[in-house]
């Protein structure tokens, strides 16, 4: 107990990243939430609309879909690591597997997407679909900005741009990508499992 | 500018006094102009045929607009010098287009008056390209293209001079704002004939200029005022201007969305609308905390106390106009009632006053002494009566809006709400309505004689405040 709280005292512990990051995450996780609770608050005004809507969508890419995002986060928490111990040129590999595992993400959602509205399951269908595209589309968007970051941290990492002394952009990046991660945890069963 | 100005960091900065001057010029029309439309509201005839009211209501609402661009653009060449740490690109340019902008707008505004609008459209080519005739975007195709060509020479002379100089975070984020605000005025010249998509694009201009681009003019001209006259760290109000951006931009492209309830969009926008716009005061709000707090951890005491009540002041009135008033109407089943309402004037008054003419009123106080040759302050008796000028403007605001708000209240239960057939018309509806109407022209009249009090501050004579000498001669 006492070590624990020593280690939280102690100087050497700083906020990973840019402190603007933080307050970027704090922001985006509040539009999420709102994003959420209007879900659940209609799934609760209409719950067979939402059930039966529900049983159109296929789970099995949804849990691809959660893997493949995770797996990615993973890559880059590894690479982070790298960096932190001066080994530069493998934390670009690493953020190079992150990206490719986040591009299996995003062939699986637009292939998704386009069944979705080959099937006439489109954003005005109803109430649930609406919602589905909103809150999926939204952080659709966020994966793909992702996808941006991920590779320019890649490049100044190729160019070690970043060592131990010197992370708080890759930090910040990475911490983008993690925040991204979450909100897909939560979208996941919300949308695709509970009834 | 041949004599030296000891109270400017770069001499280039003056030329923001006459955009100032003009813009306080042209403030006094709006509320002119303003006074007329509510005595038209209850006194249908009143100055007609001279003036008929739509004519009014277009010079009230384009005199706003323009004089709050030439706020911006005083603004912007008064500060970024000082935050690029060099003199202005081209003095001379700057100059130039505030001839041109200002024979363009007092034209354009002449030609509202004297010429019947349809003669207006005719006399300037319309046809070739037609914009015009829509709420804020009337101006003839002409005046348009002149605004753009303003906006580029303005956007290339701050734009230069930011390139050669330091980037700081408050310049960074104004000339974004800026060159967002010359990039969506850009829609304003597509018309579609379709009239639900002609609404997509109007909207493009007006929401995301006051909903978007314009938040992060105002933010990085509050973080400024805020390090001057607070003396705070840099570091610290450059993360709340990130916070501020943040939300800023997060919740209101997206709310774009509560422009499009119940006018032919699809009914999507109405959740987007909702969600999104339903955050809008969070910015405004942290806008607040940012002003309030800064003040609390101030470094000195500023002589010029009249700035930093009007730094506090348009944070606290842009929150209750633009987020609160904003908030009360912005939710699809709520709008279904107020949706162009007498709700929607009373958030756009104290929207507009709040957030917009305020902040140009707080850079005015802050850089107009410096400008003028006074020092950091004018004298105390000066101040006192601006101070008085800010408290009879700013209250006469809340109660034009307390006006309109019941108004709106009143209408929406007489003409929107009952479903049995004993709704009344609108024009019966706004019989019933005098009485707010009344009192709104009460509370305009002691608005006009606020800012009567608020110009008549300048008129102290040029000689610098003793304190001011005494830092001078520190300096020195």
Redesign the interface.
């Known amino acids: 107990m006492s070590t624990s709280l020593e280690a939280f005292a102690s100087p050497a512990r700083r906020l990973p990243g840019d402190l603007a990051m933080w307050f970027f995450i704090l922001a985006e996780l509040t539009v999420f939430a709102l994003l959420i609770l209007t879900f659940a608050v209609a799934q609760a005004l209409q719950p067979q609309l939402f059930h039966a809507s529900r049983q159109l969508l296929d789970s099995s890419t949804g849990l691809a879909l959660t893997l493949s995002l995770l797996t990615s986060g993973l890559f880059a928490a590894l690479a982070l690591e790298q960096v932190r111990q001066a080994r530069a040129s493998r934390a670009a590999w690493l953020l190079l597997a992150a990206l490719l595992s986040a591009s299996v993400y995003v062939l699986l959602k637009l292939g998704e997407y386009s069944h979705l509205a080959g099937a006439g399951l489109g954003i005005e269908h109803n109430t649930f679909f609406t919602l589905y595209w909103m809150l999926t589309g939204f952080h659709f968007v966020h994966v793909l900005l992702g996808l941006l970051i991920l590779g320019w941290l890649a490049e100044r990492c190729r160019r070690r741009a970043y060592g131990p002394d010197n992370c708080s952009v890759m930090e910040s990046g990475v911490l983008y990508w993690h925040m991204v991660d979450l909100v897909w945890v939560l979208l996941f069963p919300l949308v695709y499992i509970l009834n | 500018m041949t004599i030296m100005n000891p109270h400017l960091k770069f001499q280039s900065q003056a030329v923001a006094k006459p955009y100032f001057v003009f813009a306080l010029m042209l403030f006094l029309g709006q509320i002119l102009f303003g006074l007329i439309m509510g005595l038209q509201y209850v006194v249908g005839d009143f100055l007609f045929p001279l003036i008929p009211f739509n004519v009014a209501r277009m010079v009230h609402t384009n005199l706003l607009i323009v004089w709050l661009l030439f706020g911006f653009m005083g603004a912007a060449y008064y500060l970024i010098p000082e935050e690029a740490d060099r003199e202005l690109h081209s003095p001379k340019l700057a100059i130039i287009l505030f001839w041109v902008f200002a024979a363009a707008g007092v034209l354009t505004i002449l030609g509202y008056l004297f010429v019947p609008y349809a003669g207006l459209a005719k006399m300037t080519g319309n046809e070739l390209l037609p914009t015009m005739g829509r709420e804020f975007l009337e101006q003839p195709t002409i005046t348009k293209m002149g605004i753009v060509v303003v906006a580029l020479g303005f956007l290339y002379n701050i734009g230069m001079t930011l390139l050669k100089g330091r980037k700081t975070t408050i310049s960074m984020v104004m000339m974004t704002g800026l060159i967002g605000l010359a990039v969506f005025f850009l829609f304003s010249f597509y018309n579609p004939e379709n009239l639900a998509r002609d609404k997509y694009y109007w909207w493009f201009v007006v929401h995301l200029w006051v909903e978007g681009v314009w938040e992060l003019i105002m933010g990085a001209m509050l973080a400024f005022v805020l390090i001057k006259v607070t003396g705070v760290d840099r570091e610290v109000v450059?993360?709340w201007l990130?916070?501020i951006i943040?939300?800023a931009l997060?919740?209101g492209i997206l709310g774009t969305g509560h422009h499009f309830f119940w006018i032919g969009a699809?009914?999507?926008w109405l959740?987007?609308g909702s969600?999104?716009s339903?955050?809008e005061p969070?910015p405004f709000f942290a806008m607040v905390l940012f002003a309030f707090t800064m003040v609390g951890k101030r470094r000195r005491q500023h002589p010029n106390r009249a700035a930093t009540l009007w730094a506090k002041g348009t944070t606290v009135t842009a929150f209750f106009g633009a987020g609160v008033w904003g908030f009360l109407h912005t939710l699809a089943p709520v709008n279904f009632y107020t949706h162009g309402s007498q709700l929607t004037a009373a958030h756009g008054h104290l929207a507009f006053y709040g957030a917009y003419a305020m902040i140009v009123m707080t850079l005015i106080s802050y850089a107009m002494p410096r400008l003028r040759g006074l020092g950091e302050a004018p004298d105390e008796r000066s101040q006192t009566i601006e101070i008085w000028g800010f408290w009879l403007m700013t209250l006469s605001m809340v109660a034009i809006t307390l006006c309109l708000t019941a108004a709106g209240v009143v209408q929406v239960m007489l003409q929107r709400w009952p479903t049995d057939g004993t709704a009344l018309s609108f024009m019966s509806t706004v019989d019933q309505l005098a009485v707010f109407f009344w009192l709104r022209l009460v509370a305009g009249l002691f608005f006009l004689v606020g800012l009567l009090c608020y110009l008549y501050s300048f008129k102290q004579r040029g000689r610098a405040t003793a304190r001011d000498e005494a830092a001078l001669a520190v300096s020195a």
């Open positions: 450059e993360k990130y916070v943040a939300m997060i919740t699809p009914a999507v959740w987007v969600i999104f339903a955050m969070i």
